[in-house]
């Protein structure tokens, strides 16, 4: 198994930028795809972005397309989601997840962080 971590959240004016990261143990995280969620209150979990596990590929939800960018360090084990252009509409708890299969169905996705809440004030 693979354990997740994510870090980086917190509170940031619209228009302004935070990164997250994800951090893995246990396993490689260069054995997975992996991707980035998220879950407003009151909402459902909503797709945010994946990468294959070579990083050659990314797909980004189109509410982000263009703002928000997913890499990945497989040396370091850790994935990282670059947010610009915030808008207080992408306040939500973020979640981290490994995946065998590089895909957007987040149903399919094996592993998860706990979250890390991201708040982007007006």
């Known amino acids: 198994q693979v354990q997740l971590v994510e870090s980086g959240g917190g509170l940031v004016q619209a228009a302004g930028s935070l990164r997250l990261s994800c951090a893995a143990s246990?396993?490689?995280?260069?054995?997975?795809?992996m991707g980035w969620v998220r879950q407003a209150p009151g909402k459902e979990r909503e797709f945010v972005a994946a990468i294959s596990r070579s990083g050659s590929s990314t797909t980004y939800a189109d509410s982000v397309k263009g703002r928000f960018t997913i890499s990945r360090d497989n040396a370091k084990n850790t994935v990282y989601l670059e947010m610009n252009s915030l808008k207080p509409e992408d306040t939500a708890v973020y979640y981290c997840?490994?995946?065998?299969?590089?895909?957007?169905?987040?149903?399919?996705?094996?592993?998860w962080g706990q979250g890390t809440q991201v708040t982007v004030s007006s």
């Open positions: 246990g396993r490689s995280v260069s054995r997975y795809a």
């Open positions: 997840a490994a995946a065998f299969s590089f895909v957007v169905d987040t149903r399919k996705w094996d592993y």
